[in-house]
């Protein structure tokens, strides 16, 4: 069945024989499709197994779903590597086993008896071959995870990422929902997107309810995601220009991605965005001084973020170190289903902007540079904070008039509905399924990380173990929106 | 090179001049919520989503627990306000409990942990759970708009180079084990503070069987509230920590 964006589905009619399920799904993924979600949902003590599918080109989404009776079930990572998170997931949480499965580990560890980091890593043997383990806590503040590189002497052969620290049940608490709780839950799935997956959870909740949003908040929505997306390439590019050690631009940016943030809570207070979106609309409203002072403070900083980003190309001890370091080509992009700007640094044409248009965002151009390696994700962030300075430029020139929300009702009962939000790090997928008396039958989320993590194991492949820190910079994962 | 130094020169000395000049906060901000009146806040607390208000004979606003959300103040505009006081660090867990008086704001540390800390701070941050919001902030202290090292306060990589930790987040069951290695590899005498909502509370998780909050004998010197809290809350709260605002 196909659902188009963001219309809801009648759950049942998603059914398929088991046999039936696993041809359908491999032969939509040739076809052109690419794993949108897959996952399992207890049913009657079995469980049901579902499938999103995103065909790109089209800007549809298709879902299928079936029910698997024992305790296993045809593994399709063989043949599509870009659902080997998504099987692993699946047997962590529901015990069924995906047969001929090549890699089948935890990935949150948060199942009785397991301990964080511990699980059999791919080794590599031989004379001078040696194993280098760094975290779960890094030298920085940031996220916990833990890496281990297999190495002779600096060459990288493989890096495995074993995260699930941050595993702190927030899409179990979504799943109970919805309540007064859960728009926060949808924004602390990752901080730093708190707008692109508050507005992934409105979304999915405005879907379930057959609210259409005001042409205002979808603006101002917009506003906000752009904004985001402003704040945090602003700092991808000042971090990267620090991992170099090329520190004019890394002090430049760390402060214009302050002025980002205070430009969001201008609008709503919070400096991520925090008590913005509201299932239906949104929160708070613009007038024409705020509309003024957004726009001052707006172009200033893209002046100086200009000024900033330009030295990084035109500098040569920063080309250097970033031109052939960490390259992903982008077969491998596309057969790990990488999504966002390290999707389109490798040459992959998908923009949830572009291929599945939603709100505000019609005959939109994304930005794809080819080369896959380090400067073309920094490259490809400079384009699209040009893109998205403009378009919010663009709003709030001509801000639509009326309401800030609609009213939503109740959920309808037994229908299923699946949200795609182009967040900065990527395609952020919100499916959510209700039961028959209205409420979540179950909440899949799908931060873009959880897709490119093995991305990045992929670009440190024959790479040397000190360029880890800028290729790491350079796709800037989550690690929390990753374990949920 | 010389295109470097016409840069800096377009982008001018940036670094604020806080504290000798106060920074100013957006008219949105949500700060220090105010407890108005008994009349309506039994209305308050039915709309706060994380029990941290208590009505009744003996009400209350626990700071520890609110996420900022201002579901409250909505629901009771006349029981609660928000305040735009970014003021919001506490020594104690019970100073954070908001009656309606003065909030009893975070203590300087002793004279001799003064002595050893008072110029030169280095903090190990330690994430543990939570959305990496608050590291956010953290970080920001670091740029040259806020310049943290002028203060001698730092950020290091590595325990045994710091003289405290800084947790983050709701301290995950995955997480637990790695966060006591690393305060138990910082040198005595050490500090402990508990950033944000999850830190203190649980925040958003409050709760959650996944998380089991910093362990009972790893003593808090300092909280500092808030979802996330804004960098000049947490700033305000190591200043004090270290007497050099009051």
């Known amino acids: ?484 | 090179m010389i295109k470097a130094f016409f840069a800096r020169l377009r982008q001018g000395y940036r670094t604020m001049p806080y504290p000798a000049a106060p920074v100013k906060l957006p008219p949105r901000y949500l700060g220090r919520p105010l407890l108005k009146g008994r009349a309506s806040l039994a209305v308050a607390a039915a709309a706060c989503p994380y029990g941290a208000i208590a009505a009744g004979d003996a009400p209350s606003l626990d700071l520890g627990r609110c996420v900022f959300c201002g579901a409250c103040a909505k629901a009771a505009p006349g029981a609660v306000e928000f305040t735009r006081d970014h003021r919001l660090c506490a020594s104690a867990r019970r100073a954070l409990s908001l009656t309606g008086g003065e909030m009893e704001r975070a203590e300087p540390l002793t004279r001799e942990l003064r002595r050893l800390f008072g110029r030169s701070l280095r903090l190990r941050q330690v994430s543990a759970g939570g959305c990496n919001a608050c590291e956010a902030d953290c970080n920001v202290l670091g740029t040259l708009a806020w310049d943290m090292g002028r203060f001698g306060i730092q950020f290091v990589a590595s325990p045994r180079h710091a003289d405290g930790v800084l947790v983050t987040g709701p301290v995950t069951r995955n997480m637990e084990l790695a966060l006591r290695k690393t305060y138990d590899a910082v040198p005595g005498p050490k500090i402990v503070i508990a950033c944000g909502a999850c830190a203190i509370a649980g925040g958003p998780y409050a709760g959650h069987e996944e998380c089991v909050g910093i362990p009972k004998d790893i003593p808090v010197d300092l909280y500092v509230p808030g979802c996330p809290p804004h960098p000049l809350t947490i700033l305000d709260g190591l200043l004090r920590l270290l007497g050099r605002i009051d």
């Open chain 1, 1 to 484: 069945m196909r659902t188009d964006y963001p219309s809801r589905f009648d759950a049942a009619a998603a059914d398929l024989d088991a046999a039936l399920f696993f041809d359908t799904a491999a032969s939509r993924l040739s076809a052109g499709g690419r794993a949108l979600a897959y996952f399992a949902v207890p049913e009657d003590g079995a469980h049901r197994l579902l499938l999103a599918i995103g065909f790109d080109r089209e800007g549809a989404v298709e879902v299928y779903s079936t029910r698997v009776a024992g305790p296993s079930f045809r593994a399709l990572t063989p043949s599509f590597p870009e659902l080997h998170l998504f099987e692993r997931e699946i047997w962590e949480q529901s015990g069924l086993r995906p047969e001929g499965h090549p890699w089948l580990k935890p990935i949150r560890f948060n199942t009785p008896g397991a301990v964080p980091g511990v699980a059999d890593y791919f080794t590599v043997h031989g004379s001078q071959v040696h194993e280098v383990a760094v975290g779960p806590v890094h030298a920085g503040v940031i996220e916990p995870g833990h890496f281990r590189f297999q190495c002779h002497g600096e060459k990288v052969f493989h890096l495995e990422i074993m995260l699930g620290y941050q595993h702190r049940g927030a899409e179990r608490a979504l799943a109970a929902g919805p309540d007064a709780r859960s728009l926060r839950y949808a924004e602390t799935l990752a901080g730093d997107t708190s707008i692109g997956h508050a507005w992934a959870y409105c979304a999915a909740v405005e879907a379930l309810c057959g609210v259409n949003v005001p042409p205002r908040a979808q603006v101002l929505r917009g506003l906000m995601l752009e904004l985001e997306r402003l704040a945090n390439h602003t700092g991808d590019l000042g971090a990267l220009a620090g991992d170099v050690a090329y520190l004019p631009t890394a002090s430049f940016c760390g402060r214009l991605r302050g002025d980002f943030l205070n430009m969001t809570a201008l609008v709503c207070g919070n400096r991520f965005g925090r008590n913005m979106l509201k299932p239906g609309g949104v929160e708070f409203d613009l007038d024409y001084a705020l509309i003024k002072e957004l726009k001052l403070r707006l172009e200033a900083a893209f002046r100086d973020v200009a000024g900033a980003a330009g030295l990084l190309w035109e500098t040569s001890s920063v080309t250097d170190r970033f031109e052939g370091t960490g390259v992903v080509t982008r077969q491998a992009a596309e057969g790990l289903g990488l999504v966002g700007p390290a999707a389109r640094a490798s040459g992959v044409g998908l923009d949830t902007r572009r291929n599945y248009p939603y709100g505000p965002y019609e005959g939109f151009t994304m930005s794809v540079s080819g080369s896959g390696d380090v400067y073309s994700r920094a490259y490809v962030r400079w384009l699209e904070i040009q893109k998205s300075a403009e378009l919010a430029a663009g709003w709030l020139d001509a801000l639509p008039e009326g309401p800030l929300a609609a009213e939503c009702g109740p959920l309808a009962p037994g229908c299923g509905a699946v949200s795609l939000v182009e967040g900065w790090r990527g395609q952020i997928c919100h499916f959510a399924l209700t039961g028959p008396d209205g409420r979540f039958r179950s909440y899949k989320v799908v931060d873009p990380s959880f897709h490119n993590w093995q991305g990045l194991a992929m670009a440190l492949r024959g790479g040397e173990i000190s360029d880890f820190p800028l290729c790491n910079k350079s796709f800037n994962l989550s690690y929390c929106g990753r374990d949920l």
